[in-house]
């Protein structure tokens, strides 16, 4: 039902910004609370950050705090994550997916998932 498409993944250099987006192909975007998650070959997937479905709360793992900012413009179907101040321990393939139940920090609670974008930092 809901299909999403990210963009925005790429090499940068350490101390960089970077913007990720996720643009959701059918119309049911705003009813979902949405995440980002990061994943490491041989690694569990990651919780990065959560937003609400309305974006009245946000969401952010302790590595990412005061770094990444999650937003979204559901009038353009669209969630965005800002990371600034990337370090090399960010490199990973980020995933945005949408919220289906339970707490926003485990990934079972997501039912529909981005394809992936890579993103490597620089050292």
């Known amino acids: 039902q809901v299909q999403l498409v990210e963009s925005g993944g790429g090499l940068v250099q350490a101390g960089g910004p970077l913007r990720l987006s996720c643009v959701a192909s059918?119309?049911?975007?705003?009813?979902?609370?949405m995440g980002w998650f990061r994943q490491t070959p041989g690694k569990e997937r990651e919780f990065v950050a959560a937003?609400?479905?309305?974006?009245?709360?946000?969401y952010y793992a302790d590595s990412v705090k005061g770094r990444f900012t999650i937003s979204r413009d559901n009038a353009k179907n669209t969630v965005y994550l800002q990371m600034n101040s990337l370090k090399p321990e960010d490199t990973a393939v980020y995933y945005c997916?949408?919220?289906?139940?339970?707490?926003?920090?485990?990934?079972?609670?997501?039912?529909?998932w981005g394809q992936g974008t890579q993103v490597t930092v620089s050292s």
């Open positions: 059918r119309r049911t975007f705003s009813n979902y609370a």
């Open positions: 997916a949408a919220h289906w139940s339970g707490n926003y920090y485990t990934s079972s609670n997501y039912d529909k």
């Open positions: 937003i609400h479905w309305s974006g009245s709360s946000t």
